[in-house]
């Protein structure tokens, strides 16, 4: 069963600082989505990440994958206010097209 | 980019009425969907997969009597919530699947049951 691990859960930052959240994954997968969610809004897709050694970034956030440790990760950096939501991270399944979510990481970012 | 749709965004219906909510993928065909609902402060859950001109998937502990989907075209999934209870209270949120890797979120359709 794939299982899917992210932390940490919550982070409360201050802006101007670099953080890393965390994304493992337990059995193979080529696949991997981040999502950010604001309060009562649906999901919006900030990176797809589809080898190992895949590298993106936007903005302030990067993303990796590294598939051979079957670890993604999310930099931030010089955090600012606006970055604060809840970050969400999915693997695919390669026998069919669905995701396995991580349970989210809630980032407040402080002025 | 491609856009998916979702109606109603929020609806409020009282103890055992039927709900439906729509999917819609408004520039490209969808032949799989999905559905998820999310409880305050969780992950997603996925509900069910939704096949064009197939019956749907369902996830274990996922009631099909009480969730129906109906995936009847290559842009539209409905999942009507039948017999509403106020534990079926919930933010609901579909995808749709373009090429084989990408899901597409709709906006979610929060639904309160009194």
């Known amino acids: 069963e794939l299982k899917v691990e992210q932390n940490p859960l919550f982070l409360s930052m201050q802006e101007g600082k670099n953080y890393t959240i965390y994304c493992n994954y337990s059995?193979?997968?080529?696949?991997l989505y981040w999502y950010r969610q604001d309060p009562g809004k649906s999901l919006e897709s900030l990176f797809v990440l589809l080898s190992n050694g895949a590298v993106k970034q936007e903005g302030r956030l990067m993303a990796s994958l590294d598939t051979k440790a079957r670890l993604s990760t999310l930099h931030i950096t010089a955090a600012v206010h606006d970055l604060s939501a809840t970050y969400f991270c999915?693997?695919?399944?390669?026998?069919?097209?669905?995701?396995?979510w991580g349970a989210g990481t809630k980032l407040i970012i402080k002025p | 980019g491609a856009v998916v749709s979702q109606h109603p965004s929020r609806v409020i219906c009282k103890s055992g009425t039927s709900v439906k909510i729509e999917c819609r993928s408004l520039?490209?065909?969808?032949?799989?969907m999905f559905w998820y609902r999310q409880f305050p402060k969780q992950s997603l859950m996925l509900m069910a997969t939704s096949n064009e001109g197939s019956k749907a998937t369902y996830e274990q502990g996922v009631e099909k009597d009480k969730f129906l989907i109906n995936h009847a075209s290559l842009t539209l999934s409905t999942l009507t919530v039948t017999s509403a209870h106020p534990e079926d209270s919930s933010f609901y949120i579909c995808?749709?699947?373009?090429?084989?890797?990408?899901?597409?979120f709709g906006p979610g359709t929060r639904l309160t049951v009194t």
């Open positions: 995808s749709a699947l373009r090429g084989s890797s990408e899901q597409y």
């Open positions: 059995t193979t997968s080529d696949r």
């Open positions: 999915a693997v695919g399944m390669d026998s069919n097209y669905q995701l396995i």
């Open positions: 520039d490209f065909q969808a032949t799989t």
